[in-house]
């Protein structure tokens, strides 16, 4: 592999490689890392590789880097602690309000089982389909559709419980 299809190659996937790692994981630096760490790999074995099959294997790759760090420090997670919102001026009551929202949607979202999360992120946040996101994660398209499914009752449920 020359520098250039490397480059190429690391252009086109990187960000969705660490927002994969970022959903799997709710922390960005460490999805940043494992997602470098993917490419490192990638550069390392220096072969020649399949285009239709590139995506498959560099999520395969992040899988399997994040699996290893998860079972060395199992560390918790937590969804958007930095996002803040667009910046219109609200009341105080709206500000509170919101934050209650945003506490409740992020711990729901830590409860959430990984694959449903996964599934229900890259679809909301991404805006994948579910074909894309079915090749991306290595499950049929019916798999994806059951999670999402299955992500969005949780929501509901988590959400309604806390009102």
Known sequence: MTKEEFKKLFDEHFSQV?????????DTEL????????????WEKNN????????????KIANNLFVSY???????F?????YEPDGKSRTPEEDLVFGQLK?????ALQRMPEKQRTVFLMSRVDQLT??????MIGVSVKAVE???????HFLRTSLKTNE
């Open 78 to 82: 937590e969804f958007f602690k930095h």
């Open 103 to 107: 506490e409740t949607y992020n711990n």
């Open 130 to 135: 579910y074909s894309e996101i079915a090749e």
């Open 48 to 59: 020649k590789i399949d285009d239709a099959r590139v995506k498959g294997l560099l999520f």
């Open 31 to 42: 999805a940043t890392d494992i997602a470098q760490e993917t490419f490192l790999k990638i």
């Open 70 to 76: 998860y079972r060395k420090e199992k560390r918790s």
């Open 146 to 152: 059951k999670r999402m499914k299955l992500a969005l």
């Open 18 to 26: 660490r927002n994969y790692m970022f959903y799997r994981s709710g």
